[in-house]
Nanobody, 122 residues
Framework: VQLVESGGGLVQAGGSLRLSCVVS????????MGWFRRAPGKEREFVAG???????YYEDSGKGRFTISRDYAKNTLYLQMDSLKPEDTAVYYC?????????????????WGQGTQVTVSS
């Protein structure tokens, strides 16, 4: 299974970006997927997750601003990010796990993408 993110970039505070993660392999529909991020000097942290049934969960930092979704036909995971803040600046990673539950622990995910940089200027 391979995960390839795209969609990062430089945006002003208050702007929007949509991240994409294309998943190769035939198990995307049965995987729980998540978005994580790592800011400079910080640990990688959970941002949002979506189960194979479409249940979603968001970390407080992104609630009301971020929307996670998945397109089974395209084997693609998305993260729509609105009202971006400078503190959202980080490398964003998509990840997949074979379990059915959405979990926040990085160690629970089996597959990871290479990351895409998001920079929000003030």
């Amino acid at each position: 299974v391979q995960l390839v993110e795209s969609g990062g970039g430089l945006v002003q505070a208050g702007g929007s970006l949509r991240l994409s993660c294309v998943v190769s392999g035939r198990t995307f529909s049965s995987y729980t997927m998540g978005w994580f991020r790592r800011a400079p000097g910080k640990e990688r942290e959970f941002v949002a997750g979506i189960s194979w049934t479409g249940i979603t969960y968001y970390e407080d930092s992104g609630k009301g601003r971020f929307t996670i979704s998945r397109d089974y036909a395209k084997n693609t995971l998305y993260l729509q990010m609105d009202s971006l803040k400078p503190e959202d600046t980080a490398v964003y990673y998509c990840a997949g796990r074979s379990g059915s539950a959405i979990v926040r622990a990085t160690a629970s995910y089996d597959y990871w993408g290479q990351g895409t940089q998001v920079t929000v200027s003030s």
